[in-house]
């Protein structure tokens, strides 16, 4: 199975001498197809506690499990309490977990774990293997999934519901170019059912756009490419991170590898306003603080140059388009080898509303 630049750096990875497990996913009948699993991740022995799951308040079958200060969620319940589809591919070593746009898939083998959501490597949450069972952080449901929770530490009970999100469609779009020894596959999101034509047609243009200009880009390398050259591939995935309040956030990665020790990552984030198609900066939510940049920067230089790999060169913000946002707060991103070294990734650096609106208002008042 292939892996890419991005997912390896995203994998974790276990030792060879890892034990070959059975099924899992655990807490019942395996789903349909599957017969056999990959082979686990180590086992987790750290001290646990479990968890009373609930769906809309209805108390469901399977347990969590809190540990490392986070609750943990068995896959089968998201396939039996949240009706998310689940079936396994022996080939790839891969679980497959629900449908669209939010469509989760978890490789496993003796030596990596990785997490994909509609194609996009998500690299700061894990597989884990419990008393026997697949688990994922709810920290991946609510961030990525379209989920929300009520946790009480006190009781030990989490109970989860679906966020109420824009009415708006998103589909996955591809371009799609099978040059031999050099494929090009970029997914990105189009959206349709917003009530104005105008900014419908302004996000798809302003997305498309950008996924256009990284494909002539990679069918220029392949142009100069020549026959002695390893493969070349170039790939696309996006993965949406805000839905809610009038206001769409989402960010896509292109990786392309054209030879040396590893390919490169372009990271492009864009937060939209559904009423009129607009492209929001970092100004258009903030604004209301006039001292919000000042933040910003002051932040940004602080954790940048705390958390190694800082190569010099920050002075203050150079774009207000590299963001996105998730539930009460905005991410601030930097590109590869822009601040850091290659090894860091992409740096981020994240605000919660409340501290660069400190007075409660929204970032979203003047949206509506």
């Known amino acids: 199975m292939k892996m890419n630049d991005t997912s390896k750096k995203y994998a974790r990875k276990w030792g060879a001498g890892m034990i070959a497990a059975g099924m899992l996913i655990g807490g019942g009948v395996l789903p349909a197809g599957i017969t056999q699993a990959a082979p686990a991740a180590a086992q987790v022995k750290a001290a646990s506690s479990p968890v009373v799951l609930k769906v809309n308040g ?48 978890l490789t496993v083998t003796e030596y990596y774990t990785t997490i994909k959501v509609n194609n996009y490597f998500i690299g700061e ?50 371009y799609v170019k099978d040059h031999k020894d050099a494929p090009i596959k970029l997914d990105y999101p189009q959206v349709s059912g917003l009530a104005s034509s105008e900014a419908e047609k302004a996000i798809n243009d302003t997305i498309k756009q950008t ?48 030879g040396g020790a590893h390919g490169s990552t372009i990271r492009n984030a864009f937060t939209f306003s559904l009423k009129d198609g607009k492209r929001l900066l970092l100004g258009d939510l903030f604004k209301a603080n006039p001292n919000y940049k000042k933040q910003l920067n002051a932040k940004v230089s602080t954790e940048i140059k705390a958390n190694g790999g800082y190569l010099g060169g920050f002075t203050g913000l150079n774009t207000e388009k590299y963001f996105y946002l998730k539930e009460g707060k905005a991410v601030l991103f930097f590109q590869q080898y ?30 509506k």
């Open 125 to 174: 949450y894990e597989v884990k293997n419990m008393d026997n069972r697949f688990y994922v952080s709810f920290d991946l449901l609510s961030d990525y999934l379209g989920y929300k929770g009520d946790w009480s530490a006190a009781t030990g009970r989490l109970n989860v519901m679906k966020r109420t999100q824009n009415a708006v469609t998103i589909k996955t779009e591809s």
């Open 58 to 105: 209805k108390i469901a079958a399977q347990k969590g499990l809190f540990q490392d200060g986070k609750v943990w969620i068995p896959v089968t319940f998201m396939r039996d309490a949240l009706g998310m589809p689940l079936s396994y591919d022996k080939a790839e070593k891969t679980y497959t977990i629900g449908t669209g746009t939010t469509q989760t898939k």
């Open 211 to 258: 996924i256009q200009k990284y494909a002539a880009y990679a069918e220029d390398q392949i142009s100069l490419k020549s026959e002695d050259d390893r493969p070349y591939e170039f790939e696309g995935g996006y993965v949406v991170t805000y839905n809610q309040d009038g206001v769409l956030s989402l960010i896509t990665n292109q990786y392309g590898y054209t």
């Open 338 to 367: 822009e601040y850091t070294a290659y090894a860091t990734g992409f740096p981020e650096v994240i605000f919660s509303f409340k501290e660069l609106l400190p007075d409660g208002s929204s970032p979203f008042a003047a949206l």
